[in-house]
């Protein structure tokens, strides 16, 4: 705390509520950088995962925890003990570990879910977080659907569990119902009542069914709450959890109101949403609030003339304040490496030294083919190299025949890991679907293709095309991402993105 201002806390939960949501999910090595620009971010509490629900969900996490060490690092359980046993695993590496243990405490949860009663949940309730606290101090409790439970039962659960230990109690609006003044009411009623409260951290959970997440998390705030957990994007099951860039950026413009601030640099957060945005496969709209792409365009005339004659008229924050920068160095091929760098870190996009030299080297080889590189190519550089998995499958060389006489055909070269080519000549609907067919015959693997998005990174005749792709095999997803000035190579290094992580996962599970 400064002065009269209270610093909240924010558990980012992308990791983890995030990746739950359909479509969503992310290979490790994605993880491991979103964890690391969530550190960067200033984000106090990662969680990031769910351990005992898979193997690979252990595996992030304890690949998480290894690597962060200026956040803490949580994992949720149920209120089981083999749940926490997984936790106390995956945050064995972690600086600062976090085990988050849930139960419902809401009427229709108890009865048709749980099959418990109000004395059994408490019981429960108050088990875990002794056993949690066996192994690690910071031990977050969460009353599932806390919202629609008894206020008064809450609170008894909630003194319990501070009692056997926990340290941060947490009140989710599970199904998204509250409205922003009763769910203020709600908080101010259960930091009164509960015994002990003043030796915990109380914290709020939102999600956005009615789109009142963020509303309801700064209603929140207002009466008390000193953590509040939230996604970037506002990312999540169903319709989402509360964005933490409309959150920390309403309570940092809004001051007065709250009398509140976080540690988070909003100078990240542009560079982060995209990110998320990117290895997920989920777009933003164009209006999404503060990070979205119209959020700092004007088109109306007289919006346009009061903009330039001073900015204020009609923008409440700057385009830096989140991380977009001036862009006032225009990169080609003549661009040299200290131009680039500078650009990498105006980008909020630092890298180590090894793998700037890969970057430069794409960035050249691009400025070969464009007169000008913009920053929406430079991410999509950064991301196909930071974020990228093991090989099993490279591309080589491909071409297609088609016209609107000939149908299609196409034929791929792919180097295996082991070292051999396969070369396939297939026939298709079209060029990419011809190119597709033989990966697949190469790989001797049909996954179902469920989404194909190709756009433009940015304007103009000679923008690289930018390719989204997500496969599905066996109830496993997962997602590719292409970029070329080529839209088939992009349509291509997409599928084979989604190809070599579905290759990885299965490797890695021994399938």
């Known amino acids: ?93 972690a600086a600062s570990p976090r085990i988050h243990v849930f139960l419902a405490t809401s009427p229709v949860h108890m009865e048709y879910k749980l099959k418990m009663t109000e004395a059994q949940v408490l019981e429960q309730a108050t088990a875990a977080v002794r056993y949690a606290k066996k192994f690690c101090n910071d031990i977050e409790f969460s009353a599932e659907d806390a919202f629609r439970s008894d206020p008064d039962f809450v609170c008894k659960v909630f003194a319990a569990a501070i009692d056997a230990g926990a340290l941060t109690v947490n009140f989710p609006d599970t199904v998204g119902y509250a409205m922003p003044a009763e769910f203020g009411e709600r908080i101010h009623y259960v930091k009164d009542h509960t015994h002990g409260m003043e030796k915990a951290c109380l914290s709020v959970h939102c999600h956005n069914d009615l789109g009142l997440a963020v509303a309801n998390s700064l209603a929140a705030v207002s009466a008390g709450a000193a953590q509040v957990e939230c996604t970037i994007n506002g990312i999540g099951e169903r319709a989402g959890n509360a964005s933490l860039e409309e959150f920390v950026m309403g309570l940092r413009l809004r001051r007065e109101l709250y009398s509140a601030d976080t540690h988070i640099d909003s100078t990240q957060i542009y560079s982060v949403s995209r990110l998320v945005s990117q290895v997920t496969g989920i777009k933003l709209p164009p209006n999404k609030a503060i990070v979205g792409d119209n959020a700092f365009a004007h088109e109306a005339g007289i919006h346009q003339h009061g903009v330039l004659a001073n900015r204020e008229t009609y923008e409440i924050m700057t385009p830096e304040s989140i991380g977009i920068p001036k862009n006032t160095i225009v990169l080609g091929k003549h661009s040299g490496r200290h131009a680039f760098e500078e650009r990498l870190k105006e980008l909020g996009l630092p890298v180590d030294a090894e793998t700037f030299e890969k970057i430069f080297a794409g960035f050249k080889e691009l400025a070969d083919k464009k007169k000008a590189v913009s920053d929406r190519d430079i991410e999509a550089l950064v991301r196909d190299i930071v974020v990228s998995i093991p090989e099993t499958w490279k591309l080589d060389h491909w071409a297609v025949n088609t016209g609107s006489a000939l149908g299609a055909s196409g034929v791929i070269r792919l180097q295996h890991k082991d070292g051999k080519y396969e070369k396939i000549v297939s026939m298709g609907d079209g060029p990419v679907d011809s190119i597709f067919k033989a990966i697949n015959q190469i790989i001797g693997k049909e996954p179902e293709l469920e989404l194909y998005e190709i756009g433009a990174i940015t304007g103009g005749s000679s923008s690289q095309g930018e390719t989204m792709v997500k496969i599905a095999m066996n109830g496993q997803r997962w997602n590719g991402h292409g970029v070329s000035t080529d839209i088939i190579e992009s349509s291509i290094k997409a599928y084979l993105s989604a190809i070599n992580a579905m290759e990885y996962y299965l490797s890695e599970n021994g399938k």
Do not use: Y
């Open 1 to 93: 705390m400064i002065g009269d201002t209270r610093t909240i806390k924010i558990l980012d939960t992308t990791l983890r509520d995030g990746e739950q949501a359909p479509g969503c999910s992310m290979n490790l090595p994605e993880k491991i950088e979103v964890a690391r620009r969530l550190e960067r971010l200033g984000v106090d509490i990662i969680e990031a995962g769910f351990p005992a629900s898979s193997p690979g969900d252990l595996d992030a996490v304890k690949a998480i925890a290894g690597v962060i060490k200026n956040s803490a690092v949580a994992c949720l359980c149920r209120c089981l003990e083999k749940d926490i046993d997984a936790g106390r695993e995956a945050l064995a590496k």
